[in-house]
């Protein structure tokens, strides 16, 4: 069958993209013909892994997909706005904005240190927020419109006790996706959320590489097992591109049946 890329010369920005679902995401995307700016914050080696494992995809190479590092973090002003002028610089425009980053904390309630709540929401949600509202900025600049999808979580809608602050950032970013989808909706904007439930990275190093605490949190899921980063990163793409053209203000769940109330499974209700 004949390679369709999805992306072809699309120009991305990934925030987050040196591990985990951000780096699957600029991975996928670079093998649909999308030209990456694969951002990091620390750790410029992992960022390089990142364009190592892109520059080694054969599609890579038949797409004809550029890409390059670029450091920001995402909370910060000054640094969202100079990943954005050299991206547009690099590229020569932008079409797809991808708010990838995230980080949590876990702690009771009531013992959240206040700058470790503030910090959380500074990634999660500000970073969005910073990064959305340069990306709206140079879309409507020019004619063609633009893509923001954000990663969200089951945690948009399902409470996570003892991580409050990652809860807030989540529940929070659904109406980030909804309002903007709805301001920009008739200026060829759309935008739109991936909700992932447990998936193996190193945000959830407690668990991943430890067969029992593993087989415990697989127990809840309805399919029995975590998902991957290339089950999302999918799940972006095909958001990100023109097979989603009449989505716009959506989280699209990719949980393997979390959202389902799994507890539901057996009738015990009535
Ligand atoms: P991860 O820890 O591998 O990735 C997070 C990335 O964000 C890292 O590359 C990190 O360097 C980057 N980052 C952190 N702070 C940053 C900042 N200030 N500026 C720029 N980059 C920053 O974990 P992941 O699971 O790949 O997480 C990616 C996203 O997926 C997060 O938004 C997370 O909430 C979401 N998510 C993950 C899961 C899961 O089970 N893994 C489930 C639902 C949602």
Redesign the pocket.
Known sequence: MMFMPKLQGKNVIV??????????IAICFAREGANVAI?????RE??EATAARMSACPETAKTGSRHFIVQ?????EQ?VKEMFRQTIAEFGGLDILI??????KAAPSHEVEASDFDRVL???LR?PFLCSREAIRHFLSRPGGGVIV??????ESIPKPQYLS?SI??GGMENLTRTLALEYADRGIRVNA????????????AWIDDPKARGEVESHIPMGR??T?EE?AAVFAFLASDEASYITGQTLYA?GGLTLFPEFRGTWSS
Do not use: E, F, L, M
């Open positions: 925030t987050g993209a040196s591990s985990g679902i951000g780096q699957a951002n990091y914050r620390g750790g992992q960022a920001a973090d995402v909370s910060q640094d708010n990838n980053a995230g980080i949590q500074g990634v999660n970073g954000n990663n969200s979580s089951v945690h990652y950032s989540k991936v909700g992932p439930g447990a998936i193996a990275t190193p945000i959830n190093r975590a998902g980063s999302i949980c």
